[in-house]
């Protein structure tokens, strides 16, 4: 009998618009869309939101997508050590 042989999937393609920050609950917005923690986009479990932007666990791994202001910031960055 051969082992199953575990199915290699992609990490969800997220892309973060924008971070809602409550006293209750953090929400991303994701596609035109509202989420919160414990909700799913595919096979990825939002853990965590956070102005630093959203945690995922996919495929027993733990994937951080940032928020649109940490991303803007990295590409700004990039552009002036040019």
Do not use: M, W
């Amino acid at each position: 009998v051969k082992p199953k042989e575990k199915k290699i999937t992609a990490p969800p393609q997220i892309v973060v618009e924008g971070i809602i920050a409550g006293r209750e609950a953090s929400y991303a917005i994701i596609a035109g869309k509202v989420f919160r923690a414990g909700d799913k986009i595919g096979e990825a479990l939002i853990t965590g939101i956070s102005k630093e932007g959203v945690e995922v666990l996919f495929d027993e791994q733990k994937l951080s997508y940032p928020a649109p202001s940490k991303a803007l910031a990295v590409n700004r960055e990039k552009k002036d050590e040019n």
